[in-house]
């Protein structure tokens, strides 16, 4: 027993003890830029209400709101990822990072419902460059064997950043009301001084570079790329499993919130106690998802969670029982929103270093594209005669069923080594 203990820890020890103070400073930056992208984007989640009554519209309209702010991550997605193939990680993360902090500024100012939504529109862009910048920078940096560990602790930050809003929620809402939260959204931006004075650029896209250079040529633009005969399947297969993973999350996420407000009469101070303690699961699932990838491969880990998170759809969504809600809200985060720690590794593995930038960032944003109806879809249910929670049920289990098969009907993308080459 004594001897096992000891493998054991040395095992441990040898994969830390060969990731560098510039890696650990790259992963944490990244993930850093993703928990605050988390927190600025949630804090809209939490007063969908508040924000319709101030207008006078409706939720429907709201869900129009989060619609809009997913499609035009696509754009970021795209346009950054495609940016950052072409002229490095470092410089596109700082730009998003600086974009979506001041567009949240702005949206606690918006006088009327058109303005806010042309906001926020503006901050979706931000947003989806932020990750298509930072994941490719964290993943190239990180060592090969133990990239699943570092991609549930990269996605790990979303969590991080929806608690972080909940409890300045809890704070700051019921002494400033719902604009203040967009205040103090804006601090992010202190983030881009830590990466340009910490962080390097990625040695894979510098080896890339070098490469070319050598060589007297450049790439294609690498959103062409992944439109060309040897690449287009992977971007439409991890188009469809992204549409699916985000669908499946802005079920829960979307309208959990006003579904505790108004279903459950939950006070601020219980709601607040609901939303971190699922978020708490989440942060557990994802950070077990990615070294559980390492072991069982990222295709077999995406299938087995989504195919657990069914099992736990009434416990949360399906009941007006505090207890269950509370249990089963728990259980889905760990299951069925923690799955997303594979992701980055997952979209990285999935295609070359000359395309990374922009096939990653198509792929999620893409994926958060067709989430984007997630909402919209559940208000309609609502308004036709379901529940808030039998809308939020009956949409989850329909993005997971779809994961599932999707994913399965996938090659396993695990252990591919990442270099110049391509």
Same mark, same amino acid.
């Given at each position: 027993?004594?001897?096992?203990?000891?493998?054991?820890?040395?095992?441990?020890?040898?994969?830390?003890?060969? !990731?560098?103070?510039?890696?650990?400073?790259?992963?944490?930056?990244?993930?850093?830029?993703?928990?605050?992208?988390?927190?600025?984007?949630?804090?809209?989640?939490?007063?969908?209400?508040?924000?319709?009554?101030?207008?006078?519209?409706?939720?429907?309209?709201? /869900?129009?709101?989060?619609?809009?702010?997913?499609?035009?991550?696509?754009?970021?997605?795209?346009?950054?990822?495609?940016?950052?193939?072409?002229?490095?990680?470092?410089?596109?993360?700082?730009?998003?990072?600086?974009?979506?902090?001041?567009?949240?500024?702005?949206?606690?100012?918006?006088?009327?419902?058109?303005?806010?939504?042309?906001?926020?529109?503006?901050?979706?862009?931000?947003?989806?460059?932020?990750?298509?910048?930072?994941?490719?920078?964290?993943?190239?940096?990180?060592?090969?064997?133990?990239?699943?560990?570092?991609?549930?602790?990269?996605?790990?930050?979303?969590?991080?950043?929806?608690?972080?809003?909940?409890?300045?929620?809890?704070?700051?809402?019921?002494?400033?009301?719902?604009?203040?939260?967009?205040?103090?959204?804006?601090?992010?931006?202190?983030?881009?001084?830590?990466?340009?004075?910490?962080?390097?650029?990625?040695? !894979?896209?510098?080896?890339?570079?070098?490469?070319?250079?050598?060589?007297?040529?450049?790439?294609?633009?690498?959103?062409?790329?992944?439109?060309?005969?040897?690449?287009?399947?992977?971007?439409?297969?991890?188009?469809?499993?992204?549409?699916?993973?985000?669908?499946?999350?802005?079920?829960?996420?979307?309208?959990?919130?006003?579904?505790?407000?108004?279903?459950?009469?939950?006070?601020?101070?219980?709601?607040?106690?609901?939303?971190?303690?699922?978020?708490? /699961?989440?942060?557990? /699932?994802?950070?077990?998802?990615?070294?559980?990838?390492?072991?069982?491969?990222?295709?077999?880990?995406?299938?087995?969670?989504?195919?657990?998170?069914?099992?736990?759809?009434?416990?949360?969504?399906?009941?007006?029982?505090?207890?269950?809600?509370?249990?089963?809200?728990?259980?889905?985060?760990?299951?069925?929103?923690?799955?997303?720690?594979?992701?980055?590794?997952?979209?990285?593995?999935?295609?070359?270093?000359?395309?990374?930038?922009?096939?990653?960032?198509?792929?999620?944003?893409?994926?958060?594209?067709?989430?984007?109806?997630?909402?919209?879809?559940?208000?309609?249910?609502?308004?036709?005669?379901?529940?808030?929670?039998?809308?939020?049920?009956?949409?989850?289990?329909?993005?997971?069923?779809?994961?599932?098969?999707?994913?399965?009907?996938?090659?396993?993308?695990?252990?591919?080594?990442?270099?110049?080459?391509?």
């Amino acid at each position: 027993m004594d001897l096992t203990m000891a493998m054991g820890t040395r095992a441990q020890a040898s994969w830390w003890a060969e !990731v560098t103070p510039e890696q650990r400073r790259t992963l944490l930056a990244a993930w850093a830029g993703w928990v605050l992208d988390a927190f600025d984007f949630t804090i809209l989640l939490l007063v969908l209400g508040n924000i319709a009554g101030t207008f006078g519209v409706s939720l429907v309209a709201m /869900g129009a709101v989060i619609t809009g702010t997913l499609f035009c991550r696509l754009i970021g997605g795209v346009l950054v990822g495609t940016w950052a193939d072409r002229v490095g990680r470092r410089l596109p993360l700082m730009v998003s990072i600086i974009a979506f902090s001041f567009f949240e500024l702005l949206s606690g100012f918006a006088p009327n419902y058109s303005t806010f939504l042309i906001l926020r529109l503006l901050f979706g862009v931000g947003m989806g460059g932020e990750w298509a910048a930072g994941t490719p920078l964290a993943m190239e940096s990180w060592p090969q064997r133990s990239r699943g560990i570092a991609s549930g602790f990269l996605q790990g930050g979303w969590p991080v950043g929806y608690l972080l809003a909940t409890i300045v929620y809890f704070v700051v809402f019921p002494m400033w009301g719902w604009r203040a939260l967009f205040w103090v959204g804006a601090l992010p931006a202190l983030l881009v001084l830590y990466i340009r004075r910490r962080v390097p650029e990625s040695p !894979v896209w510098l080896a890339r570079r070098e490469k070319l250079r050598r060589e007297g040529r450049s790439d294609q633009v690498s959103l062409l790329r992944l439109f060309r005969p040897d690449l287009i399947g992977t971007t439409l297969h991890a188009f469809l499993v992204m549409g699916a993973m985000m669908f499946s999350y802005y079920a829960i996420a979307s309208f959990w919130p006003t579904f505790l407000s108004t279903e459950l009469h939950l006070t601020v101070g219980q709601k607040t106690l609901f939303l971190v303690l699922l978020n708490l /699961g989440s942060l557990a /699932g994802y950070w077990t998802a990615g070294p559980i990838s390492e072991r069982l491969g990222r295709r077999t880990t995406l299938v087995l969670f989504a195919i657990v998170g069914l099992a736990f759809i009434p416990w949360y969504a399906l009941t007006l029982n505090h207890t269950q809600v509370l249990i089963g809200g728990i259980l889905e985060g760990a299951i069925g929103v923690g799955l997303w720690g594979v992701a980055p590794a997952y979209l990285a593995e999935r295609f070359p270093t000359a395309a990374r930038g922009a096939g990653p960032g198509a792929a999620y944003h893409v994926g958060a594209a067709i989430g984007s109806f997630t909402p919209t879809l559940q208000a309609l249910f609502h308004r036709g005669g379901m529940s808030l929670g039998q809308s939020i049920g009956i949409t989850i289990a329909m993005a997971l069923v779809a994961l599932a098969i999707v994913v399965a009907a996938g090659p396993e993308p695990r252990g591919r080594v990442f270099s110049a080459e391509a």
